[in-house]
Structures are given as C-alpha cells and as structure tokens.
C-alpha cells in the first residue's frame, strides 16, 4: 500500500527557513548589481505584493509580454539572475536547517507521518489508513515542490537508523510494517536544475514573441523536465498511480503546476478508493470549536477550496463522490520542528 504526502513551500517555513517569496524577493532587489537591464528588472519587482511562489511564476509569464523579438535576450538575462540569485538565498536558507541529527526531530517527524490522521475534523474513522495499515505493508512516498534538502536529510536519518516508521503484529507470525519510500522532486534540487515557471503556454504572454523554442524551455515546467531527460515526473506520477491516500501539506495550488492538480483530479475521479487529507492553516478569530456550525462550516468551505483548485466544480457528474473522501486537519501541531526554536548555549 502506497501513501504519498505532496509537499509545498509551506514545509520550509514551518521547519524556520525564510524560503517564502516575500522574504526572497525583500533581499533579492537589495542586491548590488552593475547591470542596468537587471536592475531596472529589480526595481519593476519591488511593487510586487504576492506571497505564493506560484504568483512569482505566473508574474514571469506576464513579464514576457514587455519583450518582443528585438529585445527578448535580456528578458532571458533578468529571468536568469533572478534562478542564480534565488539558488544563492536558498542554499543559505538550505544550510541553516541541521536539526535531522535530533533524535527529538526525529521523533517529531515520524509522529507527523503516522498519526495526522487521527486530528481529522470530522469523522476520521472514515479515513481508512490506519485500519488498512494492519493488514499491508506501506510505503511512505514524498513528492516535494521545494528545491531544498531539509526533507531528504530527515529521511535520510530515519532510513540510517532503521527505515521502519512502525511496526504492527497481527497476533501470528505476520507482522505489517510502514516504511519509507521515496522522495521526487518534481521542481529540480539546488545542486540539479532548478525548474521554475509556469505550466502551459496559455500562461504566458507573449504577443509579440515570434519563436517559442527558447521561452518553453526557459519557463515552461512539464517542458523543461522533459527535455533534461529528468525521471522524477515520470516516476512521481506512476507513484501516483499506485497510490491510495494522498496528503497536501503547505501547497497554494496555484495554476502553474496545472498537471499536477489535473493529475490528481483524474485520480480522483476515476479510482472511489483513493482518499486525501488537507492540512489547513487558520486563525483562531476563523473558527470557534465550541459552536458546531463553524466547525461543519470550516470543513466544508475547505473541501469546496480544494476541490475547485484541482477542477472539480459543484454540482458536477463527480463533484459529490470525490468530496466525501476529502479529510481536513486544521493547525496541525505534529509538525514543530523548527530552526527557530533550537537553544543557544549561552557562550554564543
């Protein structure tokens, strides 16, 4: 039995690594630089207000459209410093994370593996994991959106030490395990191509743009992965395919990885064993737990929220069967693993 928990941006942060666009593009645009096309570029992106990454790549498809056949090659050098810099942040980021030698964060990741699903709102026993996980082995895969390594070094630890996450007996000589898998990175590591754009040429705008040979395999992911020959999308999604419970933790879902949110729909769609679980973040102004109906309300509103993010609209042919095998967990705890929190001896 496969499961698969699919990783965004949001991971990073709550391991304490400043890995968000905001903070990124703050120190970006501070940067030194003696060119006048990359600083003009900077100065263009210091009124950006999003926060999503997925907002920074769709920004790219649209800054194409200031460029035409005469002046595209310095569209592709702003586009280029802004990759080079943000490997350069993020290997800094990437270096502060050195916790995976805790047996405490450790302990603290395993736990997040094998219980959040007991902190489903609404009818957890629903959710079949843990009754299937007594009667099959299981394997526990990644795919990750996230070009850091924070994720492979914790995995990488457990595995060293004894890869089963847990062990069930059955009261015979059979005795079920859970264990690790894999890790995909499906968007390229700091140290291996670094994939990052946008989905599909729709979501570019490039009027004046005569020859997209370049822009494709500049900026448009499924593209990119194809050409360099990369395995991790082929494998993560036949990985998909074999796969029967699906968690999302710290994704936006944003339109530039459409194949992806299509992927999992058609899944959805066509297997009615296939379950999810969403984590969600919310202020405790958003819901009461006291009073039902903001419960009810929440859970409901965030199944909806995710469903029309991966093309499932209300009132469709699958809308009704997909979204009873939706599961939410709100603010989960099982996750506090942070650089931000290590002690400081106090000669330092």
């Known amino acids: 039995m496969n499961v698969a928990f699919l990783l965004g941006n949001g991971f990073d942060l709550q391991l304490g690594m ?6 990124f593009l703050k120190w970006y645009v501070e940067q030194p630089t003696n060119d006048s096309d990359i600083a003009q570029f900077r100065e263009y992106l210091k009124d950006e ?3 999503w990454w997925s907002d920074a790549e769709i920004a790219m498809g649209q800054y194409l459209g200031n460029f035409s056949d005469d002046n595209i090659g310095i569209y ?25 030698d805790s047996q405490e964060v450790i302990d603290t990741f395993k736990d997040f593996l094998l219980k959040s699903s007991d902190d489903i709102m609404l009818r957890s026993t629903l959710l079949r994991l843990n009754e299937l996980r007594k009667k099959n082995n299981t394997l526990v895969h990644f795919i990750t959106f996230n070009y850091t390594d924070a994720l492979d070094r914790l995995v990488r630890r457990i595995k060293e030490i004894d890869n089963t996450l847990e062990t069930i007996p059955t009261g015979t000589s059979v005795v079920y395990k859970t264990r690790l898998g894999n890790i995909y990175h499906v968007h390229g590591t700091l140290d291996s191509s670094l994939i990052m754009g946008v989905d599909n040429h729709e979501q570019l705008n490039g009027s004046k743009i005569s020859d997209f ?16 020959g990369r395995d991790e999308h082929e494998n993560a999604t036949s990985m998909l395919y074999n796969c029967q419970f699906l968690f999302f933790y710290g994704l936006s879902f944003g339109i530039t990885d459409k194949t992806w949110w299509d992927l999992i729909r058609e899944r959805l769609i066509k297997d009615g064993n296939m379950q999810v679980v969403i984590f969600t ?10 009073i039902p109906e903001d419960i009810l309300d929440y859970v409901n509103d965030k199944k909806d929220e995710f469903l029309e993010k991966i093309g499932i609209e209300p009132r469709s042919e699958h809308y009704d069967a997909v979204r009873k095998r939706v599961f939410v967990v709100r603010n989960t ?9 290590r002690k400081i001896p106090a000669n330092v």
Do not use: A, H, M
């Open 281 to 290: 973040r919310s202020s405790d102004d958003d819901i009461q737990t006291i």
């Open 18 to 23: 400043e890995t968000g666009y905001k903070s």
């Open 76 to 100: 592709f050098k702003n586009i280029r410093d802004f990759k080079l810099r943000l490997s350069e942040y993020l290997i800094y980021e990437n270096e502060r994370y050195d916790l995976e």
């Open 333 to 341: 705890k099982r996750l506090n693993i942070s650089i931000k929190d």
């Open 213 to 228: 040979t370049k822009v494709s395999r500049t900026l448009i992911k499924p593209i990119v992965n194809d050409e360099l």
């Open 49 to 51: 207000k999003s926060e």
